[in-house]
């Protein structure tokens, strides 16, 4: 390469770049340390407000940046073209040349790698968030199960122990009115609780768990839900990728039906290129992809679950419809 080449790739660095002499005299600047100081080759390196308040010995060199030995990332105040002190981010390490020490000065806005740090964060919260979320429903939906469903089906036992008693029929009528009722409750209760938590995830796998849901929303939602649905195998997709895939694709058939009022969905699951591909297809009403971004927390949540597993989605939509929803997750960085 030549060395306009290398100069051209410095140049497009996303830190400052400051070369100086022992003597804090700059010899050269990339374009990105020269838009942040405005410092001018031939000029002295100014002294950050650490160097100018510490004290010093009798021969020490004041400024920290060429001392002998290189500094790690540290954070100072310096002065800039604009005669005000900008926080920067710095860290040095040295090089000879021709016979000459030369002091390479990396000088990075704290500001972007605080915004880079409260992104971390951020995704980090929101992880923690929604694995205590599906702690909870799964706890919630073993108690539905578990207790609530139980102690409602020994009530609908001890109900039929008076049926052979009853002479009355309208108290035969009103018994079976009460059967009926109850019998409805624990077929609310168990779709309750298979929507807190869908088991068979975690004991058939991702794609018979969404066959199986898909019986349930046809029913609960009175609409058609065509399938195209690769039988991946359990141990293909790690439990965190099938969970988060699951819950986006419900959410989007919920959303189909309550917002879209849509009456026919698709939902597409394959593998391509050791990738775990969805869609989610319905002939509903469609929105402003744009304008539900920043309003939707729905869709909001759909995005982030993609981003916790390294995944990405697409909204495909206009007001009048159709809406397509499809994403993919790698399955060897989830794996």
Known sequence: ??????????????????????????????????????????????????????????????????????LPVFQAHMPTYKGLKESFQMSTSSIVLD?????????????????EQDQKVRHLLIQETMKAEESERKRIAMELHDHIGQSIYSVFLGLQTFKHSLRDEKYKNHLVNMENQIEQTLEDLKRLSKELHPSTLDHLGLARAINNAVQEWENMYQVTIETDILDIGKNLVPREVALH??????????????HGKADIIRIVLDLKENRLYFQVFDNGIGFDVEEKRNTSLGLYHMLERMEIVGGELRCFSKKGGPTRLEGYVPLERSS
């Open 99 to 115: 016979g000459h020490k030369y002091i390479i000065l990396i000088l990075r806005n704290p500001k972007w790698s605080y915004e």
């Open 1 to 70: 390469m030549q060395v306009e080449s290398f100069q051209e790739v410095v140049d497009h660095l996303s830190e400052g770049v400051v070369i100086m002499d022992e003597n804090r005299t700059i010899h050269y600047l990339n374009q990105l340390a020269d838009k942040m100081t405005r410092w001018q080759v031939g000029e002295k390196v100014p002294y950050c407000s650490y160097c100018q308040l510490r004290e010093v010995a009798p021969g020490e060199e004041r400024c920290l940046l060429v001392r002998e030995e290189t």
């Open 245 to 258: 895939v699951y819950r986006v694709i419900q959410e989007s058939v919920r959303n189909a039906v309550h």
